[in-house]
C-alpha cells in the first residue's frame, strides 16, 4: 500500500501558522488501490446517486484537521469476531484484502472508537468491504462523549429507511462499498466516541469493517 | 485383504445394530435440521417453482433444455400431499427440501451394506464418514437431482453386488429398478454405469455366479428401460418427453464443450476435498482425504479385488468428472462415497482396533467440524466453496416489502425488472400482480419496483411517479434497486 504522511504535513503546517484554523483547505485521503478479486462477475452495478465520472470532488476540511481515529481503541458489539481483529479497524491499512478487515456477526452490529478527547469532527471515511461491490443496510454513525451512547448522541449519517435497526429511520441514500470508501459530513459534531452500526449487506449476513477514518480536531 | 462375508459379520441381534441406528439417527438429523434457514439457491427455487405446477395441475413435461429429470420432482408430490401443500402457494422450502434429505439419508444406510465386505466396523464407520461429509450434508439439504442420484447410484450397486454374489434374479430386477431411477434423475447416469463395468475390468473381477447371467441382465435393462418410459413420459401422459430424452444428451454436450462461465480447472474437485483458504475462512477435509489416500495404497499392496473396484471406480469418476471442463461443485457428492469406502478399507488394515477407531473417531469429528460450517454456519456465504453463485439471504426479505405494497396498493403492479430474477419467484409465489421483465418495459410505475442495477438507470428514466430507493441483494455481486412510492413510504 501506497503511503503518505499527509497527515504529519497537516499537523506541522498547523504547528508553525503557516494556514490559520479557520481556513479550509481540500481533505486528503490516502486511497488503496482498486481492488476486485477473481474473475469479474457479468453484472454491473448502479448508484443511488448518480455515477460519478472522476475523482470525487474535494471535500472542504478546516486547516489542521487530521485523522483522529488512527491506531485508536474499538470497541464492538461483537467483542470476538470470527475473522480478523478489531484493530484493523483503524490501523490503516485499507487494501481490503483478507487480513486487513475485521467481520462481525450477523444482525445489527457496531463498532465504536475512542478518539482518546473530545474533538470537533469534520469527515467521518469509512470502508466496509470493497473488493466486491455491495451495500451495506442500515448504515448508522453517531458520535457522542458518552461511551454508552445514551445521552447526547448525535446521528450524523442514517440510511435506515425502514428503522430496522430500532435507531430512528433516516434519509441518507443507500450507497454501493467502493475502494474510495464513503466519506461521511460530520458538520462540525463533537464527540469522543464515535460509532457505526450496519445490518449486514447485499451479499450476506455479516458486517464488515476495513477502515474507519474520523477526521477533525481536538475541540477548544 | 478379501472382502469377508457380510452375512457372517452381521449378527441380528438387536443391540448389534444401535450403532447403524444412531448412525441414521444422526444422519437424518443433520439432513433435516433447521432446513428452511438458508436461502433458496436459483436453481431450487426454479426446480420447486416447477413442482408447484405439477402438484397444481399433476401436468408435467420434460425440458432438454435447462432441466434435468423428472424423479425430483414426483418424488416430492407424496410429501408435499402428506403435509397438506396442494399447491404451489403453499408448498414449502422444508416439503421440497426434504426429498433430498430422506434420499441422503437413505444413501448411508445403502453405503453401509455395499461397505460390509470390510467387515461390520468398517462399515459402520464408512456410514459414519457419509453422514458428515461436508458435501453430502450440504447438497442432502438442497433441492437438486444430485443427491437422488447419488442414492439410486448407490442403490444399483447395492443391487449389482448382491446379485452377483447370489445370482438371485430379484436382484437383478433391483438393478433394473435403481438404473432406471438414476437415467430418470440425470442424463449423466451412465458415467457411473460406465466406470462401474471398467472398474470391474481393470479389477479382475469374477464372473457372476447366477447361471443365467444374459436372461438376468435382460430383464434389469427391460425394468431400466421400463422406469425411465414411465418417467420420461410423464407417466404416459407426454410421449414427446421420450425423444426429448435423447435430445437432452445433444444440449449437454454443447454444455460441456461450450463456454459457460462454470469452467473451471482440473484440480478443482481435489481441492474441495483437501484444503482452501478463502476470506480467512478455511475449508479443509484433509484427514479424509489422506485416510481415503490409504485405502488406495491397501487396495495397491493387497489386490483385494473389492477395494480394488471402489479405488478404480472412484479414479474413473474423478478423472471423468475433473476432466470435463463444465465443473460445479454438486458433483463432488459422487466420489464421497468411493473415498469413504477406500477410507474405512485403511481403517480395517490398521493391526490395532484401539488405533483404528480412534483415527476413525477424530477424522469424523473434523468432517462434522467442517459440515458445521458449511452446511449450518455459513450455508450461504459466497466463501463457502458449496454454495456457489448462492442467493443471498436479502432475498428473503422482498416478500415482505410486496405484501406491505400491495396491502397499501391493492389495485397495484409489482415489477421485477432484471436479466436474472431467480429465486424471486419462488419467494414471490402465489402473490397476485406480480411481474417480470427480462428487459425494461414501456411502462415503468408501480406498487413497487425492482430493478436490477443493470436496468436502473433506464427504469428511473421512464418512471413518472416519486419514488423512494434502495438496496436489496439477489447473491453476491448482483443487486436490485428498490423503487418504493413515496406515497407509500410517507405513510410508514
Known amino acids: ?56 470532488p474535494d471535500f472542504m476540511v478546516p486547516a489542521g484537521t487530521v485523522n483522529l481515529a488512527k491506531d485508536k ?36 452490529q457496531w463498532v465504536q472508537i475512542d478518539l482518546g478527547i473530545s474533538a470537533k469532527l469534520a469527515a467521518i471515511v469509512v470502508w466496509h468491504f470493497h473488493s466486491q461491490a455491495r451495500v451495506y443496510h442500515d448504515v ?77 480536531q481536538p475541540a477548544k | ?70 424423479t425430483l420432482y414426483y418424488a416430492t408430490i407424496p410429501i408435499a400431499r402428506l403435509r397438506g401443500e396442494t399447491n404451489l402457494s403453499s408448498l414449502s422450502e422444508l416439503t421440497v427440501r426434504l426429498v433430498p434429505a430422506l434420499a441422503g439419508t437413505a444413501a448411508v444406510w445403502l453405503l453401509f451394506w455395499l461397505a460390509a465386505p470390510l467387515g461390520r466396523w468398517p462399515a459402520l464407520a464408512a456410514a459414519s464418514f457419509l453422514a458428515v461429509s461436508p458435501p453430502a450434508v450440504y447438497y442432502s439439504r438442497y433441492f437438486i437431482q444430485e443427491t437422488l442420484l447419488a442414492t439410486f447410484t448407490l442403490g444399483a450397486l447395492l443391487a449389482a453386488m448382491r446379485w452377483w454374489r447370489s445370482g438371485v434374479w430379484g436382484w437383478a430386477l433391483g438393478v433394473g429398478v435403481f438404473a432406471g431411477l438414476m437415467q430418470s434423475t440425470k442424463a449423466s447416469a451412465p458415467l457411473f454405469g460406465g466406470a462401474a463395468i471398467m472398474a470391474w475390468f481393470v479389477a479382475g473381477g469374477v464372473r457372476p455366479s447366477s447361471p443365467h447371467p444374459w436372461r438376468h441382465l435382460a430383464i434389469a435393462g427391460a425394468v431400466a428401460l421400463g422406469v425411465v418410459i414411465l418417467f420420461y413420459s410423464s407417466l404416459g401422459t407426454n410421449l414427446a418427453g421420450l425423444r426429448d430424452a435423447l435430445l437432452t444428451y445433444g444440449h449437454g454436450l454443447q454444455r460441456v464443450s461450450a463456454s459457460t462461465g462454470h469452467e473451471k480447472p482440473g484440480w478443482y474437485y481435489l481441492q474441495l476435498f483437501t484444503w482452501q483458504r478463502n476470506g480467512g475462512l478455511v475449508w ?30 472412484t479414479a474413473v469418476v474423478a478423472g471423468v468428472l475433473s476432466l470435463t471442463p463444465y465443473k460445479t461443485p454438486w458433483h463432488a457428492i ?22 483404528s477407531v480412534g483415527l476413525a473417531i477424530v477424522v469424523g469429528a473434523l468432517l462434522a467440524r467442517q459440515t458445521q460450517l458449511v452446511a449450518f454456519t455459513r450455508g450461504s456465504d459466497a466463501r463457502n466453496p458449496y454454495a456457489y453463485v448462492h442467493s443471498a439471504p436479502d432475498v428473503m426479505k422482498y416478500r415482505e416489502l410486496v405484501e406491505t405494497a400491495l396491502a397499501r396498493t391493492p389495485d397495484g ?56 430507493e434502495n438496496y436489496l ?12 412510492p413515496q406515497v407509500l413510504s410517507e405513510q410508514k
Open chain 1, 1 to 56: 500500500m501506497i503511503r503518505h504522511p499527509l497527515s504529519l504535513l497537516f499537523v506541522t503546517f498547523a504547528l508553525f501558522g503557516i494556514a490559520r484554523a479557520e481556513d479550509l483547505v481540500p481533505l486528503k485521503l490516502d486511497l488503496p488501490r482498486p481492488l476486485f478479486v477473481g474473475t469479474p462477475k457479468p453484472v454491473q452495478l448502479a448508484n443511488l446517486e448518480k455515477a460519478r465520472t472522476g475523482r470525487r
Open chain 1, 73 to 108: 481503541t474499538v470497541t464492538s458489539s461483537d467483542s470476538l469476531p470470527v475473522i480478523g481483529e478489531l484493530s484493523f479497524v483503524t490501523d490503516g491499512d485499507k487494501t481490503g484484502t483478507e487480513g486487513t478487515y475485521v467481520e462481525l456477526g450477523p444482525g445489527v
Open chain 1, 140 to 216: 448508522v454513525v453517531q458520535v457522542s462523549d458518552d461511551p454508552e451512547f445514551k445521552k447526547d448522541v448525535r446521528t450524523i449519517f442514517n440510511n435506515d429507511d425502514n428503522n430496522s435497526a430500532a435507531l430512528g429511520a433516516g434519509s441518507d441514500p443507500a450507497f454501493i462499498e467502493t475502494y474510495e470508501g464513503r466519506l461521511i459530513d460530520a458538520k462540525g459534531a463533537v464527540g469522543r466516541y464515535v460509532r457505526l452500526y450496519s445490518n449486514g449487506n447485499t451479499s450476506d449476513e455479516q458486517n464488515h469493517y476495513t477502515e474507519v477514518e474520523v477526521y477533525g
Open chain 2, 1 to 70: 485383504m478379501e472382502a469377508v462375508d457380510a452375512n457372517r459379520s452381521m449378527p441380528l441381534r438387536l443391540d448389534s445394530w444401535l450403532p447403524l441406528i444412531v448412525i441414521l439417527a444422526a444422519t437424518l438429523f443433520a439432513r433435516t435440521y433447521d432446513l428452511s434457514h438458508r436461502p433458496m439457491h436459483a436453481d431450487e427455487a426454479n426446480q420447486a417453482v416447477k413442482t408447484g405446477g405439477l402438484l397444481e395441475t399433476g401436468r408435467y413435461a420434460f425440458d432438454p433444455l435447462d432441466h434435468h429429470g423428472p
Open chain 2, 284 to 313: 479443509e477435509q484433509l484427514g479424509f482425504a489422506a485416510l481415503s489416500l490409504a485405502g488406495v495404497g491397501v487396495a495397491l499392496f493387497t489386490r483385494g479385488k473389492f477395494i480394488c473396484w471402489w479405488a478404480v471406480y
Open chain 2, 334 to 355: 459422487h466420489l464421497v462415497p468411493g473415498l469413504t469406502i477406500l477410507a474405512a478399507s485403511a481403517l480395517a488394515a490398521v493391526p490395532r482396533r484401539w488405533l
Open chain 2, 413 to 468: 403492479v409489482v415489477r421485477v425488472i432484471g436479466e436474472e430474477y431467480w429465486p424471486l419467484p419462488w419467494y414471490l409465489r402465489g402473490m397476485p400482480r406480480v411481474g417480470y421483465w427480462s428487459s425494461v418495459p414501456a411502462e415503468c410505475d408501480g406498487a413497487l419496483v425492482f430493478a436490477s442495477a443493470t436496468f436502473a438507470d433506464e427504469v428511473r428514466t421512464r418512471l413518472r411517479g416519486s419514488y423512494r
Open chain 2, 473 to 484: 441483494g439477489l447473491r453476491p455481486g448482483f443487486t436490485y434497486v428498490v423503487f418504493t
